[in-house]
């Protein structure tokens, strides 16, 4: 086994490290492993008593894609006491799985079963854990299911038309909203439908709809007078698409509400793999910012309840109840976050993780994103990054991200199996499921560790099959 040691060493009076929190409250709190370096053996917990950004870093195949998995545990472990986790206020959380991997949360390690299974059994086991209920649903967009491979229980996702916004619009139809003449009718036509109305050409007058779907806009293209100023061309490419998009499942029927798919306790995984690039973009940015709305809104009645005493009862009872019905404080979580939060091209999705990441925290809400291309990942995003787990990078541009963004500070000495190194060296060094763990809350820390992540005991998905 590698063997790490670096100085200065951490006190032996130190018992389990528990950082994250700036608060340093250790009131809930997700087990993440055991450092691994010279010194006391001690578990490393990550305290998420209050809202953070959490950065997960490292190659394909380190483990990077596991922790999240462990991170998912600990969040989906419900209220109370348990060997992975101490939840006083337990929150919700939503995975956007790019790659299809975290489907596999809700399968229980058994000792029976696959060789797979029998293999992952084995790591918890000898890691003195056990299985325990999870409270994991798997989602995925309407229209987008397979009734041959799906496992049995998954949820379809349907997304109201009406709550695109108008760049959410331009990512859907690839084009510019604001320059194109095609995203000009778009946004004309968004426009006239939710908010102004219009008159047809036959001289009706048709009342603005809040709540409207794409038929709404494919019947204001066809009958609204401001259309004939459009070049017929323009007309007739738009409609194409609106009526490509109108057969998607996902934009028919009644809309999921937001808190079926985030409750308490529970961690909502949303399968993408399979839903076309732009249309992910627009997925991931119209929920975003429900969430970041949602959560504000649950925000200010709260406020109100606790800076407000001349309050009146009715008063107090109509906040509560917006409290009671908006959704809980909430961790979004994202592996392979350079795919839709690249600096190489422009994101719908890119902007709304950075607003996410930047407000959020002041609503109850917390990221975590993954990727094994830190250098790819857009800047915006990765300073405001307060927690890294970095697995091992051996890309120097990828290794000197991560060394340049640690929030600890770095030890005057490392070595690795007795030799001399640098922080780069280090993490070109590290084993699998091995990580540097770096946190800019971790209050009795002097330094940044290396901890071992803890097995995780529900099937992990992203091996080669």
Request: with cysteine; charged share 25%; proline share 5%.
């Amino acid at each position: 086994m590698t063997s790490y040691n670096l100085e200065p060493l951490l006190s032996n009076d130190l018992g389990d490290v528990i950082a994250g929190d700036p608060g340093d409250k250790q009131r809930d709190k997700v087990l993440l492993g055991r450092l691994v370096e010279a010194g006391k053996r001690r578990d490393l917990w990550l305290d998420v008593s209050g809202e953070q950004v959490v950065g997960i870093l490292g190659k394909r195949g380190t483990g990077k894609s596991y922790t999240l998995g462990v991170l998912i545990e600990g969040l989906a472990s419900g209220a109370g006491t348990t060997s992975l986790a101490v939840h006083e206020t337990p929150r919700g959380g939503v995975v956007f799985d790019i790659m299809d991997i975290f489907w596999s949360s809700v399968i229980p390690l058994t000792e029976k079963g696959s060789n797979e299974i029998q293999k992952q059994y084995a790591a918890m086991t000898k890691g003195r854990l056990a299985p325990q209920e999870l409270g994991i649903d798997v989602w995925i967009p309407a229209g987008f299911e397979n009734s041959e491979i799906d496992p049995s229980g998954v949820q379809s996702l349907r997304i109201d038309p009406s709550s695109l916004s108008i760049d959410d619009w331009g990512a859907l139809f690839g084009i510019n909203i604001y320059a194109e003449p095609r995203g000009m009718l778009i946004s004309d036509l968004v426009l006239h439908v939710g908010q102004k109305g219009y008159s047809t050409r036959e001289g009706r007058t048709i009342d603005p709809v809040e709540s409207f779907d794409l038929a709404a806009l494919l019947n204001c293209l066809d009958s609204a007078d401001f259309v004939a100023s459009y070049d017929a061309s323009t007309a007739r490419a738009v409609r194409q698409r609106l009526q490509s998009y109108a057969q998607l499942e996902v934009f028919q029927g009644t809309p999921t509400p937001l808190p079926d798919l985030i409750q308490p306790g529970r961690v909502s995984v949303l399968m993408m793999n399979r839903v076309p690039d732009e249309l992910k973009q627009v997925l991931v940015s119209v929920l975003m910012q429900k969430i970041l709305r949602d959560r504000g809104e649950a925000s200010f009645a709260q406020k109100r309840m606790d800076l407000q005493p001349d309050l009146s009862d009715d008063e107090r009872v109509q906040l509560q109840t917006a409290i009671d019905t908006r959704i809980p404080r909430t961790w979004v979580m994202m592996d392979e976050a350079h795919v839709l939060a690249g600096t190489e091209t422009n994101s719908v999705a890119r902007d709304a993780m950075i607003k996410y990441a930047k407000e959020g925290r002041n609503f109850g809400l917390s990221l975590a994103v993954a990727t094994q291309q830190p250098s790819a990942l857009d800047k915006r995003l990765m300073s405001q990054v307060e927690t890294m787990i970095v697995h091992q990078l051996t890309a120097s541009g990828d290794a000197a991200v991560a060394a340049d963004n640690m929030k600890s500070p770095a030890p005057e000495q490392v070595k690795v199996d007795g030799s001399q190194t640098d922080v780069a060296g280090l993490l070109r060094r590290l084993g699998q499921g091995q990580a540097v763990f770096s946190c800019g809350n971790a209050n009795k820390l002097p330094r940044f560790c290396v901890v071992g992540i803890r097995p995780r005991i529900s099937a992990h998905g992203g091996y080669e099959a």
